[in-house]
Antibody
Framework: QVQLQESGPGLVKPSQTLSLTCTVS??????????WSWIRQPAGKGLEWIGR???????NYNPSLKSRVTISVDTSKNQFSLKLSSVTAADTAVYYC????????????WGQGTLVTVSS | DIQMTQSPSSVSASVGDRVTITCQAS??????LAWYQQKPGKAPKLLIY???SLQSGVPSRFSGSGSGTDFTLTISSLQPEDFATYYC?????????FGQGTKLEIK
């Protein structure tokens, strides 16, 4: 059974870059059947899709964040990563990684989520 | 971008009740819709995909219907563990987007 686990700093200073990694266990990230996504949720609010990556390295980003987002994959470590630059308090949220099938684009499973707070 | 609007934003119901949540897309998305359940402090869990297909392991009291712009999630007989927040998600086009959520509370 595939499991995803987010990791990274829980506190980032304004204007700096948020960096998170999602480690995939119980399956290979190199499987051609899946996309790997990042999704975030500010406290008490709804869900926002940030972007996704395919095993080949091909990416798609939410236009609202595209200028600040980079998603990359490291197949040797079975991980994919998120970098969000020039963060502000508005980027404070729980960040989730999730898998979606190439045929469906719905997310399952999800990681447990990690809270990132942007504050000086 | 496609906007997803859920109604109601919150609903109170009792164990055993039948509950329906609706989701409307700002443009047609065929059957490219999923429903998720989220409990406090937990990640969302996929319940329904392709508008009406039940995810493996999800109880059969959950069902989904609709296509185009209008969709519904129905819980046929509420159980105590069903009290949570529910989200719809369109998977038709970028950027993928979610409804604002419907909080299902105990009456």
């Amino acid at each position: 059974q595939v499991q995803l686990q987010e990791s990274g700093p829980g506190l980032v200073k304004p204007s700096q870059t948020l960096s998170l990694t999602c480690t995939v266990s119980g399956g290979s990230i190199s499987s051609g059947s899946y996309y790997w996504s990042w999704i975030r949720q500010p406290a008490g609010k709804g869900l926002e899709w940030i972007g996704r990556i395919y095993t080949s390295g091909s990416t798609n980003y939410n236009p609202s964040l595209k200028s600040r987002v980079t998603i990359s994959v490291d197949t040797s470590k079975n991980q994919f990563s998120l970098k969000l630059s020039s963060v502000t308090a508005a980027d404070t949220a729980v960040y989730y990684c999730a898998r979606a099938t190439v045929r469906g684009n719905w997310f399952d499973p999800w990681g447990q989520g990690t809270l990132v707070t942007v504050s000086s | 971008d496609i906007q997803m609007t859920q109604s109601p934003s919150s609903v109170s119901a009792s164990v055993g009740d039948r509950v329906t949540i609706t989701c409307q897309a700002s443009q047609g998305i065929s059957s490219w819709l999923a429903w998720y359940q989220q409990k406090p402090g937990k990640a969302p869990k996929l319940l329904i995909y392709a508008a009406s297909s039940l995810q493996s392991g999800v109880p059969s009291r959950f069902s989904g219907s609709g296509s185009g712009t209008d969709f519904t999630l129905t819980i046929s007989s509420l159980q105590p563990e069903d009290f949570a927040t529910y989200y719809c998600q369109q998977a038709n086009s970028f950027p993928y987007s979610f409804g604002q959520g419907t909080k299902l509370e105990i009456k």
